[in-house]
């Protein structure tokens, strides 16, 4: 067995040195890492440190933190990470468009390298050999896990008790019952969902039926269009060098921006998001997301960058997009490649500058407005009015010499 198999087959085991005695835990306060922290004592006789990692909208912390030293981890911290989230991945992502599939804003792709930057962190802290998730068989988040440990250090362990101990939601909630874990969740409502500052992700129960509506109760952060206000809203975003940076005029922090466009984009009832997902195991899954901040902003980089970048530039950059888009989906945040792309995306904002007027209406976003210093929209050379400055006389010409190639090919095809 070569090295990378045998380091592959000692993380799947998981901790077998007894000198580990601590584990690091990727903790969400939810029923699976809250069932783990017993699970990993009883199964390995370890001691869990709970690492609890704000990325944005994370409720109840502390209540989080305390139930996690109640079910028995011998530590458990909280992780401000709002800002370096805004700034160090979701910065690049919008620079990038990023989009998977044209419709997903990566919500939870983007803050697992984040999450896994944190726990190396914890895991050399602490003194821990090895770190835990909670991710299953089946779901796209074990890659992104396990890739961004190994890839930010390859000589801890990785744990990952859903992929060892095949229970179902059904049966971690009689687990948790058992043995008096606390869970805010009942088997008649078993969505299963993750949130933070770029969106929030909604899975299982009555969703995994692609053919059904999604249940209104699935819904947390937007209105439902048809309840939406009968006015529209307008938005003004302001980038600096594809930053943005004030909304309506006023200069705002980045986490205060993100927050407030989606505040307002949700409550008329834009962002919601209902897709078959490829995902990266194989399987099709039906995924509901709601990213009214997120598809906005996006949505609002995009027309100050088609005003402000030439056409070959903008047109070269599309499918690079999207590769940044798979490779973070796919796990790869930190693959030399992802260094490379996010080089070129930062290269390209900088004369990303400019105003966008966004306009909501019943569950609709539309650009309404666009401007800029750098506009490369020149009125006299787009009017057909009497400002009129293009050259006439030299569009004959042009027109020859672009189509010399196919008139050439066509008198040889004869």
């Known amino acids: 067995m070569n090295k990378a198999a045998n380091a592959s087959a000692n993380a799947a085991k998981g901790p077998t040195n007894a000198v580990d005695k601590k584990v690091v835990l990727a903790y969400s306060g939810g029923l699976d890492t809250s069932v783990m922290i017993a699970w990993i004592k009883e199964k390995y006789g370890l001691s869990t440190v709970a690492v609890l990692i704000d990325a944005g909208r994370a409720a109840g912390l502390e209540e989080h933190r305390q139930k996690a030293l109640t079910i028995g981890a011998v530590e458990a911290v909280v992780v401000d990470a709002k800002e370096e989230f805004a700034q160090d991945f979701i910065l690049p992502a919008l620079a990038a468009n990023a989009l998977y599939e044209d419709k997903y804003v990566l919500v939870s792709a983007l803050s697992r390298p984040l999450i896994c930057k944190k726990m190396v962190e914890a895991a050399h802290e602490?003194?821990?050999?090895?770190?835990?998730?909670?991710?299953?068989?089946?779901?796209?988040?074990?890659?992104?896990?396990?890739?961004?440990?190994?890839?930010?250090?390859?000589?801890?362990?990785?744990?990952a008790p859903a992929r060892e101990w095949n229970m179902t939601r059904e049966q971690a909630l009689d687990y948790a019952a058992e043995r008096g874990i606390p869970i805010p969740l009942k088997k008649d409502s078993p969505y299963s969902i993750d949130e933070n500052l770029w969106g929030r992700t909604v899975e299982c129960g009555p969703l995994e039926d692609p053919w059904l509506d999604p249940p209104e109760d699935a819904f947390a952060v937007t209105a439902a269009p048809?309840?939406?206000?009968?006015e529209p809203?307008?938005?003004?975003?302001?980038?600096e060098a594809g930053v943005p940076a004030a909304l309506n005029?006023?200069?705002?922090?980045?986490?205060?921006l993100i927050n407030a466009v989606d505040a307002l984009a949700g409550a008329h009832g834009y962002g919601r998001v209902d897709m078959m997902e490829n995902r990266?195991?194989?399987?099709?899954?039906?995924e509901v997301y709601e990213t009214p901040g997120a598809l906005a902003l996006i949505m609002a980089h995009k027309e100050i960058e088609d005003i402000t970048l030439p056409r070959e530039l903008l047109h070269f950059k599309r499918p690079l997009e999207q590769k940044f888009a798979d490779m973070t989906?796919?796990?790869?945040?930190?693959?030399?490649?992802m260094d490379a792309l996010r080089a070129f995306?930062?290269?390209?904002?900088?004369?990303?500058s400019g105003d966008v007027r966004l306009k909501f209406f019943k569950g609709s976003c539309t650009v309404s407005g666009r401007k800029s210093p750098n506009s490369l929209y020149d009125f006299g050379l787009a009017t057909y009015g009497g400002e009129d400055a293009f050259s006439h006389d030299a569009a004959t010409g042009f027109c020859e010499l672009w189509g010399l190639p196919l008139e050439?090919?066509?008198?040889?095809?004869?």
């Open 408 to 414: 050439v090919w066509a008198k040889k095809s004869k």
């Open 345 to 352: 995306m930062a290269e390209t904002q900088k004369r990303v």
């Open 126 to 159: 602490s003194g821990a050999g090895t770190i835990a998730h909670g991710c299953t068989a089946k779901g796209n988040d074990q890659v992104r896990f396990d890739l961004g440990i190994r890839s930010l250090d390859p000589s801890l362990k990785i744990l």
């Open 329 to 337: 989906y796919n796990g790869g945040w930190y693959d030399p490649l």
């Open 280 to 286: 990266l195991v194989g399987i099709k899954s039906r």
């Open 233 to 239: 809203a307008y938005m003004e975003i302001t980038f």
């Open 249 to 256: 005029g006023m200069k705002l922090p980045l986490v205060d």
């Open 226 to 230: 048809v309840a939406a206000p009968d």
